[in-house]
């Protein structure tokens, strides 16, 4: 039992629990979700995504109307995935502490950390790091990285992740406010670690 849980029933609370769950997206469907709720807050989904599919998709780790959603995360390793994924996606509730990882398999369409189209989406991330044996993702020529994104709220302190890759290639980065580039051994001064072919970093971010 970890200190946080423990902590919890003392104060008489039920501790939120993380949910594994598998998207296989080579089932036909168009939409994927690790959780989805009309009203209630979803949390802490751990979504690992597998198969291709040649359709577009729309993959949420956490989705809910007008809930919160917070601390989900949605990971690719391998296989084809184009459309959008999300790790947190809200109309009317918070984007908080999303993740979307991506170590593998092609990426194409538009990533969001976190969304919400009528309140705030905050501390999201996209992490792209290599995978177990080394292998790294590629991505297509129209995908575009979104760190936080409201139509109608706010979005801050959303964070691009790249760690030990190099020879990146989006369309475009949008939402960040941080970017962070963790070196491998391998690196020189000479790498190019992020390319963008579609224009330039939009905003005022920390790199």
């Given amino acids: 039992m970890t200190l946080a849980i423990l902590t919890a029933l003392l104060a008489g609370a039920t501790p939120a629990m993380a949910k594994d769950v598998t998207i296989d997206i080579s089932t036909g469907k168009t939409y ?5 709720s ?13 198969g291709t599919t040649d359709k577009n998709v729309w993959v949420y780790g956490g989705d809910s109307s007008s ?15 184009s459309g959008r994924v999300y790790g947190g996606e809200s109309s009317d509730g918070d984007a908080t502490g999303n993740t979307v990882i991506i170590s593998g398999g092609t990426v194409s369409g538009r990533v969001f950390g976190g969304n919400s189209s009528r309140s705030s989406a905050t501390g999201n991330k996209i992490i792209i790091r ?10 297509g020529e129209d995908t575009k990285l979104y760190g936080g994104y409201s139509d109608f709220g706010t979005a801050r302190d959303n964070a691009l992740i790249l760690q030990g890759v190099k020879n990146v290639e989006v369309g475009n980065v949008r939402y960040f ?3 962070q580039f963790l070196l491998g051994d391998d690196f020189n001064d000479t790498d190019v670690f992020l390319n963008l072919t579609d224009g330039i970093m939009q905003g005022n971010a920390e790199v």
């Fill in 67 to 81: 809930g919160n959603v917070t601390g989900n995360t949605v990971m690719i390793s391998g296989g084809t995935v």
């Fill in 32 to 36: 994927y979700y690790g959780d989805d």
């Fill in 130 to 139: 290599a995978g177990e044996n080394g292998e790294t993702a590629t991505f």
């Fill in 38 to 50: 009309s009203n209630s807050d979803v949390t802490g989904v751990n979504a690992t995504v597998t």
């Fill in 177 to 179: 406010d941080k970017y």
